[in-house]
């Protein structure tokens, strides 16, 4: 299974971004996926994740209310909409993937999942 996230860059603080991530390689349907965010000398940390049919979803209290977490299953890809960016949401953001079978709660820490992307940079600076 490959997860490619994409969409990161350089934003001014209030501004707004929207991640993808493209899973190949395994059924997307069997995934209930997560964002994870990592900024240099920091432990990597949850941002969002989705159950497997969308309908479910979860947010870490710095984002709630800011952030977005979406998939579209048709099109294997997960999303995070970004709004109002402030200079603490500065990190690297990777898509991560688990199996949905091995879980009968959202999966909030990183060992949780099985499958991770390459990472991808958000800068927030005026």
């Known amino acids: 299974v490959q997860l490619q996230a994409s969409g990161g860059g350089l934003v001014t603080p209030g501004a707004s971004l929207m991640l993808s991530c493209t899973v190949s390689g395994g059924t997307f349907e069997d995934f209930a996926m997560g964002w994870f965010r990592q900024a240099p000398e920091f432990d990597r940390e949850f941002v969002a994740a989705i159950a497997w049919h969308g309908r479910s979803t979860h947010y870490a209290d710095s984002v709630k209310g800011r952030f977005t977490i979406s998939r579209d299953n048709a099109k294997n890809t997960l999303y995070l909409q970004m709004h109002n960016l402030k200079p603490d949401d500065t990190a690297v953001y990777y898509c991560?993937?688990?199996?949905?079978?091995?879980?009968?709660?959202?999966?909030?820490?990183?060992?949780?999942?099985?499958?991770w992307g390459q990472g991808t940079q958000v800068t927030v600076s005026s």
């Open positions: 991560a993937a688990t199996l949905s079978s091995k879980h009968t709660v959202m999966v909030i820490i990183p060992t949780g999942y099985d499958y």
